[in-house]
């Protein structure tokens, strides 16, 4: 069997049978959910009639950590009920990748083809393409932040994304962020997806608005909104400027913007949030370097 192969038949298959199942529970037809997810009707008929239970069944013994599941389904969930296709098929693409090159599936590869070696290392080596310098470099210090425990404190409900830009950025695409964010589980921070340009959108707009007025800034995190952040932001010399509350995500855009171009030398903002929006801090950084250095201090 190929990678991608056993990749299909224990990841992606049982995983989207879940999601066929949530999208099921959120009132979506048959009809939806197969167009949602590039399946035929009958095929989605059987999967409600064979349960939910089973696909996490299958993602268990395959080796997957059930709460790990969720984080990814509730992730690849919203991108479904946003309708955001682009973002959905990147996530999941990143997702299949990333179980490959970190053998996550190599058990259960060797279980099923006998011919394999046990010293293959094929996913390993083929799955971890050779990357842009930007996102390798994204990715070497986003390693280094999740091995700190203590980062989980930064991380919002909503889940935290990080955007590193070129410079002058014009659009998402000009900039790396995480398609699924960094999100809380059990006790530790964990990374959903794998960095690329246009993984983000919310972030990697407020990092836009802000280089366009101060064009130092390419760096940009989404953390926690603590009382105790902003003053240890304010303490190592940060100009933190405040927002909100908000009716909606583009007032929070439109407002960073305003900010900036009222006092370019802003280098953080604390946003109140507004109904149904988390307060969060936005921590700019001219690099993702001195980045990841500021948002370890902070916890």
């Known amino acids: 069997m190929l990678p991608y192969e056993v990749a299909i038949e224990y990841f992606v298959r049982p995983l989207r049978g879940i999601l066929v199942h949530k999208l099921s529970s959120e009132g979506y037809s048959q009809a939806a959910i197969a167009r949602a997810l590039g399946l035929s009707q009958p095929m989605v008929y059987k999967i409600l009639r064979s349960g939910v239970a089973k ?22 969930l919203n ?25 996550r599936l190599c058990k259960v590869h060797l279980k099923k083809d006998l011919e394999l070696p ?6 390993i080596s083929v799955f971890t393409p050779a990357m842009h310098p930007l996102v390798a470099e994204y990715e070497n210090y986003l390693k280094t932040l999740l091995k700190n425990p203590r980062v989980v404190e930064l991380v919002p409900e ?20 995480l398609p699924g964010r960094i999100i809380k589980l059990n006790d530790r921070a964990e990374a959903v997806g794998m960095p690329c340009f246009g993984g983000s959108k919310h972030t990697a707009t407020i990092l836009i608005r802000a280089s366009r007025y101060n064009k130092s800034l390419r760096a940009c995190a989404s953390i926690r ?10 303490a190592l010399g940060f100009t933190v400027a405040e927002s909100g509350p908000h009716k909606s995500l583009s007032e929070v855009i439109e407002a960073v913007e305003a900010i900036f171009k009222e006092n370019s030398s802003v280098t953080a903002i604390a946003d109140r949030g507004g109904l149904g929006i988390e307060p969060i801090i936005y921590v700019f950084a001219k690099d993702i370097a001195e980045l990841i250095e500021i948002l370890q201090l902070l916890p």
């Not at 996490?56 to 599941?69: C, I, K, P, R």
């Not at 909503?158 to 962020?177: E, F, K």
């Not at 909104?225 to 304010?234: G, Q």
């Open 55 to 76: 696909y996490y069944e299958e993602l268990s013994e395959a080796g997957f950590n059930l709460n790990e599941v969720d984080v990814y389904v509730n992730t690849l």
């Open 79 to 103: 991108s479904l009920l946003s309708r955001e296709v682009g973002k959905y098929n990147a996530l999941f693409t990143t997702l299949v990748n990333k179980v490959l090159s970190d053998a």
């Open 118 to 123: 046990p010293s293959c290392s094929v996913c």
């Open 158 to 177: 909503v889940g935290m994304n990080i955007a590193y830009s070129t410079p002058a950025p014009a659009s998402i695409n000009d900039v790396i962020g």
């Open 225 to 234: 909104y603590v009382d105790e952040y902003i003053e240890k932001l304010k």
